[in-house]
């Protein structure tokens, strides 16, 4: 892990007028690392406001396609330099959740943003996540999935319908998220980043070559608007996506 620059005084980041995030209605439930929060949550992580992008890793890059190491610093500076770089990162592509290695990080850490099927928004990072088996659900649903390691493209996939996932926060402290609907997807498939798996490694041959041309195809769109959020929201660019 690299050392982070200086820090600068936290910014007041707003999402550009197109983004998702700029049209999150008032009064939806928040809970940020398992915790219903009491108050109005901001349209962005508050740990964004730091952050800066990083480039996003893309299908066979060889850092996707190994397990992650465990985290054993915790409260570090250079730690929470990360998850603000990785909220802000996931943002400004439009994403409901980042793993570490997607911005070149072998390190089991994860960020999310996203929404549940009841309507309710989850928020927070976890650190060496586990999938609780005994504690999630059986039952699989069919929903379509992408992945901002695999831009522009989608597919069906099925997934359990309920996740509990444990792990620690930046600081070490125990954390337990539960989630259901696409939220629960969500944790999936983020765990799954982090034991080196690609959501297109689960698909059968001939829809895997479809995804991949999807995105070959729609790469260099989807790259330059992520360079145009960045660009109208002022913040410092360190992908190197031209």
Same mark, same amino acid.
């Given at each position: 892990m690299?050392?982070?620059?200086?820090?600068s005084p936290a910014r007041s980041l707003v999402p550009p007028p197109?983004?998702?995030?700029? +049209? %999150?209605?008032?009064?939806?439930? !928040? #809970?940020?690392?398992g915790e219903r929060f009491e108050g109005e949550y901001p349209p962005l992580a508050p740990e964004a406001a730091r952050g800066r992008m990083l480039r996003v890793t893309e299908a066979g890059e060889e850092v996707l396609a190994r397990?992650?190491?465990?985290?054993?610093? $915790?409260?570090?500076?250079?730690? &929470? =330099?990360?998850?603000?770089?990785? $909220?802000?990162? /996931? #943002?400004? &592509?439009?994403?409901?959740?980042?793993?570490?290695? =997607?911005?070149? @990080?072998?390190?089991? *850490?994860?960020? #999310?943003?996203?929404?549940d099927d009841e309507g309710a928004r989850h928020v927070g990072?976890? *650190?060496n996540p586990v999938i609780d088996e005994a504690a999630s659900g059986r039952a699989l649903v069919d929903d379509v999935e992408g992945c901002l390691s695999v831009?522009?493209? =989608?597919h069906e996939l099925p997934r359990a319908d309920r996740t509990?996932?444990?792990? @620690?926060?930046?600081?070490?402290?125990?954390v337990t998220i539960e989630g259901t609907g696409y $939220?629960?997807?969500?944790? =999936?498939?983020?765990?799954?980043?982090?034991?080196? %798996?690609? #959501? !297109?490694?689960?698909?059968? +041959?001939?829809?895997? +070559?479809?995804? *991949?041309?999807? /995105? &070959?195809?729609?790469?260099?769109?989807?790259?330059?608007?992520?360079? &145009?959020?960045?660009a109208a929201m002022g913040v410092e660019d360190l992908s190197g996506e031209r």
């Amino acid at each position: 892990m690299t050392e982070p620059a200086a820090a600068s005084p936290a910014r007041s980041l707003v999402p550009p007028p197109d983004s998702v995030r700029a +049209r %999150i209605p008032a009064g939806v439930p !928040v #809970y940020v690392r398992g915790e219903r929060f009491e108050g109005e949550y901001p349209p962005l992580a508050p740990e964004a406001a730091r952050g800066r992008m990083l480039r996003v890793t893309e299908a066979g890059e060889e850092v996707l396609a190994r397990r992650c190491a465990g985290a054993t610093d $915790f409260g570090t500076p250079e730690l &929470a =330099q990360l998850v603000a770089d990785m $909220f802000l990162t /996931m #943002y400004l &592509a439009e994403g409901a959740g980042l793993a570490a290695n =997607q911005v070149d @990080v072998d390190l089991r *850490l994860f960020v #999310y943003d996203c929404f549940d099927d009841e309507g309710a928004r989850h928020v927070g990072h976890v *650190l060496n996540p586990v999938i609780d088996e005994a504690a999630s659900g059986r039952a699989l649903v069919d929903d379509v999935e992408g992945c901002l390691s695999v831009p522009g493209a =989608q597919h069906e996939l099925p997934r359990a319908d309920r996740t509990v996932v444990r792990g @620690v926060d930046l600081d070490g402290r125990p954390v337990t998220i539960e989630g259901t609907g696409y $939220f629960a997807r969500c944790l =999936q498939h983020e765990t799954d980043h982090l034991n080196g %798996i690609l #959501y !297109v490694d689960r698909l059968a +041959r001939r829809a895997r +070559r479809t995804v *991949l041309t999807d /995105m &070959a195809e729609a790469r260099a769109t989807v790259l330059a608007e992520r360079r &145009a959020r960045a660009a109208a929201m002022g913040v410092e660019d360190l992908s190197g996506e031209r």
